[in-house]
């Protein structure tokens, strides 16, 4: 798979966060960034919570996670600041969400355009170097996500052989441990 960089967030506005966030300003971190819309059960049930997952279980010095919400239907009903910000609040969202900037010229969002997204949820993965390393319209489970993020985490990191802490050998190989003789 050719890698190719992530395209950037075209985003009005943002909450939880003291300013506008961009994929430059990221770089070195794995970015989990998931589209959504608040009247979405797909969004609501399952892609936030496991956001919300992912951003406990992950370092935020290590993991990006990101909230866009992409309106894309229902204009009068989500697509207001003040809705969002009362979503947000209601379901305890706290990592940062960016809106998608609308079309002018009708149509989905401008993020949700470039990255020609198929709908909402939408997960969308990020490598340190700022590339595109998923993209997948609907569900994932939790323990494929993790894996992924995981992956995508240790491509960056120093190995473990090289690291300045590594135990005293105590017998043990990529095979297994032995029990001790004697």
């Known amino acids: 798979?050719?890698?190719?960089p992530a395209r950037?967030?075209?985003t009005i506005d943002w909450f939880n966060a003291p300013s506008p966030i961009t994929l430059e300003s990221l770089r070195g971190k794995v970015v989990l960034v998931e589209a959504f819309q608040m009247l979405c059960p797909g969004c609501v049930s399952h892609s936030l919570p496991q956001a919300m997952r992912a951003r406990a279980l992950f370092s935020e010095e290590d993991v990006a996670v990101i909230g866009l919400h992409s309106v894309f239907e229902h204009h009068g009903a989500q697509g207001t600041k003040e809705a969002l910000e009362a979503f947000l609040h209601e379901y305890r969202i706290s990592f940062p969400v960016g809106i998608d900037a609308?079309?002018?010229r009708g149509g989905p969002p401008k993020t949700m355009s470039a990255y020609q997204m198929q709908g909402t949820p939408t997960t969308i993965l990020i490598d340190r170097d700022g590339n595109l390393r998923k993209q997948k319209f609907g569900r994932?489970?939790?323990?494929?996500?993790?894996?992924e993020i995981m992956s995508l985490l240790r491509e960056g990191a120093t190995p473990a052989s090289a690291a300045s802490d590594t135990p005293e050998d105590d017998g043990c190989t990529d095979d297994g441990c032995p029990l001790p003789t004697g």
């Open 8 to 10: 950037p967030l075209q």
């Open 1 to 4: 798979m050719k890698l190719r």
């Open 140 to 147: 994932d489970e939790d323990m494929l996500l993790g894996a």
């Open 102 to 104: 609308p079309s002018d």
